[in-house]
Protein backbone atom coordinates (compact mmCIF):
# COMPACT_ATOMS: atom_id res chain seq x y z
CA UNK A 1 0.00 0.00 0.00
CA UNK A 2 1.55 3.26 -1.14
CA UNK A 3 2.35 5.63 1.82
CA UNK A 4 1.44 4.68 5.18
CA UNK A 5 -1.13 3.32 6.67
CA UNK A 6 -2.93 3.06 9.46
CA UNK A 7 -0.19 2.76 11.84
CA UNK A 8 0.65 -0.56 13.47
CA UNK A 9 4.75 -1.00 14.16
CA UNK A 10 6.72 -3.82 16.70
CA UNK A 11 8.26 -2.36 19.13
CA UNK A 12 11.57 -2.89 17.47
CA UNK A 13 10.58 -0.71 14.07
CA UNK A 14 8.88 2.10 16.07
CA UNK A 15 12.13 2.48 18.17
CA UNK A 16 13.44 2.13 14.73
CA UNK A 17 11.63 4.58 12.31
CA UNK A 18 10.20 6.97 14.61
CA UNK A 19 14.00 9.03 14.19
CA UNK A 20 13.77 8.79 10.72
CA UNK A 21 11.96 12.28 10.44
CA UNK A 22 15.01 14.04 11.62
CA UNK A 23 16.69 13.63 8.02
CA UNK A 24 13.62 15.29 6.47
CA UNK A 25 12.99 18.15 9.41
CA UNK A 26 13.62 20.88 6.52
CA UNK A 27 10.86 19.68 4.35
CA UNK A 28 8.25 18.39 6.21
CA UNK A 29 6.53 21.73 7.43
CA UNK A 30 5.59 22.13 3.55
CA UNK A 31 4.79 18.82 2.32
CA UNK A 32 2.24 17.55 5.41
CA UNK A 33 -1.32 18.35 5.06
CA UNK A 34 -3.04 20.97 7.09
CA UNK A 35 -5.60 19.26 9.73
CA UNK A 36 -8.96 20.95 8.44
CA UNK A 37 -10.05 23.47 10.44
CA UNK A 38 -13.38 22.40 11.64
CA UNK A 39 -11.38 19.52 13.91
CA UNK A 40 -9.98 22.45 16.05
CA UNK A 41 -13.36 23.36 16.42
CA UNK A 42 -14.78 20.74 17.47
CA UNK A 43 -11.60 19.65 19.84
CA UNK A 44 -12.18 22.75 21.74
CA UNK A 45 -15.95 21.89 22.22
CA UNK A 46 -15.16 18.37 22.98
CA UNK A 47 -12.36 19.17 25.98
CA UNK A 48 -13.78 22.34 27.11
CA UNK A 49 -11.10 24.30 26.23
CA UNK A 50 -11.57 28.07 27.68
CA UNK A 51 -9.30 30.92 27.60
CA UNK A 52 -5.98 30.44 29.50
CA UNK A 53 -6.00 26.47 29.27
CA UNK A 54 -2.80 24.28 29.30
CA UNK A 55 -2.21 21.91 26.67
CA UNK A 56 0.60 19.53 26.21
CA UNK A 57 1.58 17.82 23.12
CA UNK A 58 3.39 14.85 22.12
CA UNK A 59 5.29 14.93 19.15
CA UNK A 60 4.80 18.28 17.50
CA UNK A 61 7.06 18.05 14.78
CA UNK A 62 7.36 21.20 12.99
CA UNK A 63 4.20 22.66 14.24
CA UNK A 64 1.75 21.60 12.01
CA UNK A 65 -0.95 21.09 15.07
CA UNK A 66 0.58 23.45 17.10
CA UNK A 67 -0.07 26.49 15.25
CA UNK A 68 -3.61 26.11 15.03
CA UNK A 69 -4.11 25.66 18.52
CA UNK A 70 -1.30 28.69 19.55
CA UNK A 71 -3.46 30.75 17.18
CA UNK A 72 -6.23 30.41 19.40
CA UNK A 73 -4.46 31.69 22.67
CA UNK A 74 -3.87 28.59 24.85
CA UNK A 75 -0.83 27.85 26.38
CA UNK A 76 1.24 25.05 25.04
CA UNK A 77 3.66 22.98 26.28
CA UNK A 78 5.20 20.95 22.81
CA UNK A 79 7.48 18.21 23.19
CA UNK A 80 9.67 16.72 20.28
CA UNK A 81 12.62 14.16 20.52
CA UNK A 82 13.90 15.26 17.45
CA UNK A 83 17.16 18.04 17.75
CA UNK A 84 16.07 19.61 14.19
CA UNK A 85 12.26 19.31 14.10
CA UNK A 86 12.18 20.88 17.60
CA UNK A 87 14.11 23.69 16.31
CA UNK A 88 12.10 23.84 12.65
CA UNK A 89 9.34 24.35 15.60
CA UNK A 90 10.94 27.14 17.10
CA UNK A 91 11.19 28.64 14.01
CA UNK A 92 7.99 27.99 12.78
CA UNK A 93 6.66 29.41 16.30
CA UNK A 94 8.45 32.12 17.32
CA UNK A 95 5.75 34.96 17.17
CA UNK A 96 3.78 32.54 19.87
CA UNK A 97 5.47 33.31 23.23
CA UNK A 98 2.87 31.14 25.03
CA UNK A 99 4.11 28.13 23.10
CA UNK A 100 7.45 26.09 24.76
CA UNK A 101 9.08 23.66 22.61
CA UNK A 102 10.69 20.91 24.67
CA UNK A 103 13.22 18.88 22.87
CA UNK A 104 12.12 15.64 24.85
CA UNK A 105 9.93 12.29 24.17
CA UNK A 106 6.60 11.87 26.07
CA UNK A 107 7.94 8.37 27.88
CA UNK A 108 11.33 10.19 29.12
CA UNK A 109 9.70 13.78 30.21
CA UNK A 110 9.72 15.02 33.59
CA UNK A 111 6.51 17.19 34.23
CA UNK A 112 8.04 18.77 37.21
CA UNK A 113 4.17 18.64 38.85
CA UNK A 114 2.62 20.11 36.19
CA UNK A 115 -1.19 19.77 34.83
CA UNK A 116 -2.52 20.24 31.96
CA UNK A 117 -6.11 20.81 30.39
CA UNK A 118 -5.43 18.95 27.65
CA UNK A 119 -2.81 15.84 26.30
CA UNK A 120 -2.96 15.66 22.12
CA UNK A 121 -0.81 13.96 19.62
CA UNK A 122 -1.34 14.79 16.14
CA UNK A 123 -0.16 11.81 13.74
CA UNK A 124 2.39 11.07 16.43
CA UNK A 125 0.65 9.03 19.21
CA UNK A 126 1.50 6.01 17.27
CA UNK A 127 4.74 6.60 18.25
CA UNK A 128 4.16 6.57 22.14
CA UNK A 129 5.44 3.23 23.73
CA UNK A 130 1.63 1.89 24.03
CA UNK A 131 2.78 0.04 27.38
CA UNK A 132 2.77 3.45 29.46
CA UNK A 133 1.44 5.95 27.11
CA UNK A 134 -1.69 6.54 28.89
CA UNK A 135 -1.08 6.02 32.77
CA UNK A 136 1.56 8.94 32.09
CA UNK A 137 -1.47 10.98 30.23
CA UNK A 138 -3.60 10.02 33.17
CA UNK A 139 -0.82 11.63 36.03
CA UNK A 140 -0.11 14.52 33.83
CA UNK A 141 -3.84 15.67 33.41
CA UNK A 142 -5.60 17.94 35.66
CA UNK A 143 -8.82 15.78 37.30
CA UNK A 144 -11.60 16.10 34.13
CA UNK A 145 -9.07 16.80 31.48
CA UNK A 146 -8.85 15.29 28.23
CA UNK A 147 -6.93 13.21 25.72
CA UNK A 148 -7.43 14.04 22.17
CA UNK A 149 -5.89 11.75 19.39
CA UNK A 150 -5.85 11.92 15.58
CA UNK A 151 -3.93 11.42 12.48
CA UNK A 152 -3.79 11.82 8.87
CA UNK A 153 -3.73 9.02 6.93
CA UNK A 154 -4.62 7.77 3.44
CA UNK A 155 -8.27 6.81 2.14
CA UNK A 156 -9.55 6.15 -0.41
CA UNK A 157 -12.94 5.90 -1.36
CA UNK A 158 -14.92 4.09 -3.85
CA UNK A 159 -14.72 6.72 -6.99
CA UNK A 160 -10.95 7.37 -5.98
CA UNK A 161 -7.72 7.88 -7.94
CA UNK A 162 -6.99 4.44 -9.54
CA UNK A 163 -3.57 5.66 -9.34
CA UNK A 164 -2.68 4.21 -6.17
CA UNK A 165 -3.63 0.83 -6.65
CA UNK A 166 -1.89 0.98 -9.92
CA UNK A 167 1.57 2.50 -8.27
CA UNK A 168 1.36 -0.87 -6.05
CA UNK A 169 3.14 -2.94 -8.77
CA UNK A 170 6.34 -1.00 -8.47
CA UNK A 171 6.47 -1.25 -4.66
CA UNK A 172 6.25 -5.00 -5.15
CA UNK A 173 8.90 -5.40 -7.68
CA UNK A 174 11.26 -2.81 -5.11
CA UNK A 175 10.59 -5.60 -2.17
CA UNK A 176 7.77 -3.17 -0.42
CA UNK A 177 5.06 -5.48 -0.88
CA UNK A 178 2.42 -4.51 1.35
CA UNK A 179 1.39 -6.61 3.84
CA UNK A 180 -1.46 -9.60 3.44
CA UNK A 181 -4.13 -7.84 5.54
CA UNK A 182 -3.62 -4.06 4.26
CA UNK A 183 -5.89 -2.30 2.77
CA UNK A 184 -7.00 1.30 1.89
CA UNK A 185 -9.40 2.43 4.55
CA UNK A 186 -12.40 3.96 2.80
CA UNK A 187 -14.55 7.01 4.62
CA UNK A 188 -16.77 6.09 7.31
CA UNK A 189 -15.07 3.07 8.18
CA UNK A 190 -11.59 4.58 9.35
CA UNK A 191 -9.99 2.18 12.29
CA UNK A 192 -10.08 4.20 15.59
CA UNK A 193 -8.34 3.72 19.11
CA UNK A 194 -11.37 3.79 21.12
CA UNK A 195 -10.42 0.28 22.39
CA UNK A 196 -6.92 0.67 23.13
CA UNK A 197 -7.99 3.90 24.96
CA UNK A 198 -10.99 2.51 27.01
CA UNK A 199 -9.44 -0.78 27.86
CA UNK A 200 -6.79 1.30 29.96
CA UNK A 201 -9.32 1.94 32.60
CA UNK A 202 -8.34 5.64 32.88
CA UNK A 203 -10.17 7.41 30.16
CA UNK A 204 -13.79 7.43 28.18
CA UNK A 205 -14.21 8.40 24.71
CA UNK A 206 -16.70 10.99 24.62
CA UNK A 207 -16.04 11.99 20.67
CA UNK A 208 -14.65 10.16 17.73
CA UNK A 209 -15.36 11.91 14.55
CA UNK A 210 -14.13 11.63 11.12
CA UNK A 211 -12.84 14.58 8.83
CA UNK A 212 -11.81 13.64 5.15
CA UNK A 213 -10.67 16.19 2.70
CA UNK A 214 -8.66 15.91 -0.88
CA UNK A 215 -5.78 17.04 -2.16
CA UNK A 216 -4.67 17.42 -5.50
CA UNK A 217 -0.71 16.61 -6.00
CA UNK A 218 1.96 16.89 -9.11
CA UNK A 219 4.84 14.29 -9.41
CA UNK A 220 7.34 16.96 -7.46
CA UNK A 221 5.01 17.77 -4.76
CA UNK A 222 3.62 13.88 -4.28
CA UNK A 223 6.98 12.58 -4.00
CA UNK A 224 8.31 15.39 -1.57
CA UNK A 225 5.22 14.40 0.55
CA UNK A 226 6.79 10.23 0.05
CA UNK A 227 10.11 11.72 1.34
CA UNK A 228 8.13 12.80 4.83
CA UNK A 229 7.14 9.31 5.68
CA UNK A 230 9.35 6.97 7.98
CA UNK A 231 8.39 3.92 5.41
CA UNK A 232 10.03 5.50 2.25
CA UNK A 233 13.00 7.40 4.03
CA UNK A 234 13.76 3.96 5.22
CA UNK A 235 13.90 2.44 1.62
CA UNK A 236 17.50 1.77 0.19
CA UNK A 237 18.24 4.93 -2.79
CA UNK A 238 17.92 2.65 -5.42
CA UNK A 239 14.36 1.32 -4.37
CA UNK A 240 13.32 5.36 -4.09
CA UNK A 241 15.32 5.63 -7.63
CA UNK A 242 12.75 3.42 -9.18
CA UNK A 243 9.58 4.22 -7.29
CA UNK A 244 10.16 7.98 -7.64
CA UNK A 245 10.98 7.28 -11.40
CA UNK A 246 8.17 5.30 -12.35
CA UNK A 247 5.77 7.72 -10.10
CA UNK A 248 7.11 10.65 -12.62
CA UNK A 249 6.91 8.99 -15.70
CA UNK A 250 3.31 7.86 -14.69
CA UNK A 251 1.99 11.48 -13.13
CA UNK A 252 3.65 13.35 -16.49
CA UNK A 253 0.94 10.82 -18.60
CA UNK A 254 -1.93 11.82 -17.08
CA UNK A 255 -3.66 14.73 -18.91
CA UNK A 256 -3.95 16.71 -15.89
CA UNK A 257 -0.29 15.80 -14.55
CA UNK A 258 -1.60 15.42 -11.05
CA UNK A 259 -2.59 12.76 -8.73
CA UNK A 260 -5.56 13.09 -6.20
CA UNK A 261 -5.06 11.85 -2.80
CA UNK A 262 -7.77 11.85 -0.05
CA UNK A 263 -7.35 12.00 3.76
CA UNK A 264 -8.81 11.09 6.68
CA UNK A 265 -8.07 11.79 10.20
CA UNK A 266 -10.58 11.08 13.56
CA UNK A 267 -10.66 12.55 16.22
CA UNK A 268 -10.55 11.02 19.32
CA UNK A 269 -11.58 12.89 22.66
CA UNK A 270 -11.41 10.84 25.71
CA UNK A 271 -12.14 12.61 29.37
CA UNK A 272 -10.02 11.59 32.07
CA UNK A 273 -11.60 9.17 34.82
CA UNK A 274 -11.33 10.64 37.96
CA UNK A 275 -12.97 8.18 40.11
Given at each position: MSGPGWYQHTPAARDRLKVTFESRAADYHAARPDYPAELYE??????????????LEVG?????ATIPLAARGFEITALEPGPRLAEAARANLAGYDRVSVVPAAFENWEPAGERFDLIYAATAWHWVDPAVGYDLAWRVLRPGGHL???GAGHVLPDDGDPFFRQIQDVYDEIGESAPADSYFPKPGGLPTDRIAIESS??????????????????????????DTFSSHIDMAPWQRDRL?????RRIAA?????????WG???????????
Open positions: QLAAAAGLGPGARLCGTGKAIWGLFAVTLATEFIWALDYTADQYIALLYGEITRPDNTVRRHAVLQVARRLDG
